[in-house]
C-alpha cells in the first residue's frame, strides 16, 4: 500500500472524526480506510487510533504522527504548486491564523474581498491567542504581533507601531486623582485585561535607571477578553492597559484618553509569517500580494489614530478637591 495515500486517508479520517466519514469524503469503503489506519500502524509500531463504535480517538503516538503526516501532506501539495509554477492559478483552502482582535477587525474584510477576487480559494481563519507551531498544524501565514526569534520562518513586516498602552475614560479621569507616574496606578481603579497582566504592569525603566518598573495593583475587573476590557473602561470603570490599535478609534473619538506617554514600552512590529518556501504556493503568494498593501494601510491608519491623540490634561481632580 501507498504510505502517502494511506496517509491522506488517516488525515481524512481525523478531519472528519471518523473512519466513515472518511470513506464518504474519499468515496471509499469502510474497509479500505481501516486498512489504510492499520496499514501506518504497522509501519509505526504503535497504535495511531482508539476506535469505538462512535467516534475515533488518537493514542499519544497517534497525535505526534498526525502531526508528522500533515506537515509532509503539506510540504508534497507546496512542492507540487511549486513544480508546476505559474501553470497553476491559486487554489485550494489556504489557513491563517492571526490574533482574535486584529484578525477579526483588520484582516477578515481583507480576507473576504480576497476570497471575492480569487473564486477558487478558500480560507480557514483561525483565530488564536497562543502561537501557533505552523508546521506542525498546517498553517500556511501567520500574522504575528511581536520581535521574531531567528527561526527558519519567512517574515514580511506590516508595520511596527503597535505598543501596550494606558487609557482611561475622560469621566474617570475627572473623578480621580492625576495618573503622573507609573506608580500612580496602584490608586486607581484597574481593569486587568489577562493577555497584559492580572496583578501587575511593567514599564521601562526611568530615564537614567536600567530597571524595568513594576507596578502591582489589585484589579476591580479581571476579563479575559480585549472587547471587554475595552467596553469597561469606555464606561468609566477604570484605567486598562492594551495595546495601540486596539483603543485607536476611542482615542481618536474622544471616548478614551492615553495617559503616562513617557512610559510606554517600545514599540512591537507586526509580520505576516510563514515555513521557509510557502511563498512560491500559489495561493499564499496570491494572498501575500492581495493582503500586504492592505495590511499595511490598515496598521498605519489605526496608529496614525493613536498618535493624534488629544492632549493629556495636566491635573486631575477627585470631588473632593
Request: aromatic share 4%; hydrophobic share 45%; with cysteine.
Amino acid at each position: 500500500m501507498d504510505r502517502i495515500d494511506a496517509m491522506k486517508v488517516f488525515i481524512a479520517a481525523l478531519n472528519e472524526g471518523s473512519l466513515a466519514g472518511a470513506g464518504r469524503r474519499l468515496g471509499r469503503s469502510p474497509a479500505a480506510v481501516s486498512r489504510a489506519v492499520a496499514f501506518l500502524e504497522q509501519q509505526v509500531g504503535a497504535t495511531l487510533l482508539h476506535r469505538t463504535t462512535r467516534a475515533i480517538r488518537l493514542s499519544e503516538t497517534g497525535e505526534r504522527y498526525a502531526a508528522a503526516c500533515r506537515r509532509v501532506l503539506a510540504e508534497l501539495q507546496e512542492a507540487e504548486a511549486v513544480g508546476a509554477g505559474e501553470r497553476i492559478a491559486p487554489r485550494g483552502t489556504l489557513t491563517i491564523t492571526a490574533p482574535p482582535v486584529s484578525g477579526e477587525e483588520i484582516l477578515r474584510p481583507i480576507i473576504e474581498d480576497f476570497i471575492a477576487a480569487f473564486p477558487a480559494v478558500s480560507v480557514d481563519l483561525v483565530l488564536l491567542v497562543r502561537g501557533a507551531n505552523l508546521v506542525e498544524e498546517g498553517i500556511d501565514i501567520a500574522l504575528r504581533i511581536l520581535e521574531l526569534p531567528d527561526s527558519s520562518m519567512t517574515a514580511i513586516r506590516i508595520g511596527g507601531d503597535v505598543r501596550p498602552v494606558i487609557v482611561a475614560a475622560p469621566r474617570y479621569l475627572s473623578q480621580h486623582p492625576r495618573i503622573g507616574e507609573p506608580g500612580d496606578l496602584a490608586k486607581h481603579s484597574i481593569i486587568a485585561c489577562t493577555d497584559f497582566g492580572r496583578d501587575a504592569w511593567t514599564f521601562p525603566p526611568p530615564r537614567g535607571g536600567s530597571v524595568p518598573r513594576s507596578v502591582p495593583f489589585r484589579p476591580r475587573l479581571v476579563v479575559n477578553s480585549v472587547r471587554a476590557a475595552l467596553g469597561a473602561a469606555v464606561s468609566g470603570l477604570g484605567v486598562t492597559r492594551l495595546l495601540t490599535y486596539h483603543v485607536a478609534e476611542r482615542v481618536q473619538d474622544g471616548s478614551l484618553q492615553l495617559l503616562l506617554r513617557d512610559a510606554e514600552p517600545p514599540a512591537r512590529p507586526v509580520n505576516l509569517v510563514m515555513p521557509q518556501g510557502r511563498t512560491n504556493v500559489p495561493k499564499v503568494r496570491a494572498f501575500l500580494d492581495f493582503a500586504v498593501p492592505r495590511l499595511r494601510a490598515g496598521f498605519a491608519r489605526l496608529s496614525a489614530d493613536s498618535a493624534a491623540m488629544r492632549p493629556e490634561p495636566t491635573l486631575f481632580r477627585t470631588k473632593e478637591e
